[in-house]
């Protein structure tokens, strides 16, 4: 089953203790430059604003009694092993990326090709760009001792961290890109150099018509239909997932001797009509006025 992005969903509340937004009239950078193969996304409006968010819940205020503070780390431990991939494929960690983000955060699985599978993340560092470059360091630490080798390769205007990694464990070998693009204060990462320079083509105005996230039909309708319910707010989290492409693209994250053979799962749900489901989606929010009513945590 699915693992990387499922194991960001089922950490959203978790993941609003490290820190993570309010609602957007204009497109985010997500849906301008991920691509229209993106499988599956968690965009984070503003981190800073959903840790304050987080930090009026009751159950924020909770987590900061001085007695709870034994299970806030096991929880940590926790949550730091559910992410571990996040570290293997990209050579950062949680606590790697706390204070970095000063506005959007956003996740996502895409399938550049058939058989191919890559993750990738984008944040805004506005403000922020001495946490950004320090993260870099890092990260060039983290892939370094990895056994990743820096390979040269330039993009005008723009820091660029490239590094050729062996195959470790489960993942086979891959080429992960980290850049900084300090004019715009964006920060991203890829462990596919060709998703990074789609991201900039895109980023340049040259990448081809209706090649966006934000132009994919499905991911319209969605964000269309949780917007019409939720009102003019900005939502503090939105998730998409695309539910066959993902789980086909997920797979391709397992060693082929360790697939099932013959007819897969994913055969099965597409022969019974399972591929009408284009888009599974949604809102989360937390400490919310919604139709005059309080919430604390809001789907």
Known sequence: MP????????????????????????????????????????????????????????????????????FVKDLRRQFQDRFSRLRERLGVTLDDLRGVPSGELDFAVVQPAKDQAAVALLIDVKGHLPQARELLEKVTANLTAQGGKRTPYEIPGVTLLVF?????????????????????????????????????????????????????????????????????????????????????????????????????IIDVFRDEGFSAIQGVGGYVDLKVQYNGAAYEILH
Not at 183 to 193: I, K, Q
Not at 205 to 230: P, Y
Request: hydrophobic share 40%; net charge negative; proline share 8%.
């Open 164 to 264: 050729d990694m062996p195959a470790a464990g489960e993942d086979p070998e891959s080429q992960v890109a980290w850049f900084l693009h300090e004019e715009d204060s964006l920060l991203g990462a890829a462990d596919n150099l060709e998703v990074v320079k789609d991201i900039f083509q895109r980023k340049a105005g040259k990448g081809e018509k209706g090649d966006t996230l934000g132009d994919v039909e499905a991911f319209r309708q969605v964000m269309a239909r949780c917007q019409k319910h939720a009102g003019p707010a900005e939502p503090q989290v939105r998730w998409f997932v695309e539910p066959l492409g993902y789980m086909e693209t997920v797979r391709t994250f397992t060693p082929p001797e360790r697939r099932r053979k013959g007819t897969t």
């Open 3 to 70: 693992r990387l992005l499922s194991r960001v969903l089922v950490g959203l509340p978790l993941v609003m203790i490290f820190g993570l937004p309010a609602r957007a009239a204009q497109p985010s950078l997500g849906e301008q430059l991920l691509p229209k193969t993106t499988k599956g996304v968690v965009l984070v409006s503003n981190v800073q604003q959903l840790t304050k968010q987080w930090e009026q819940t009751q159950l924020g205020k909770l987590m900061d009694e001085p007695e709870m503070e034994p």
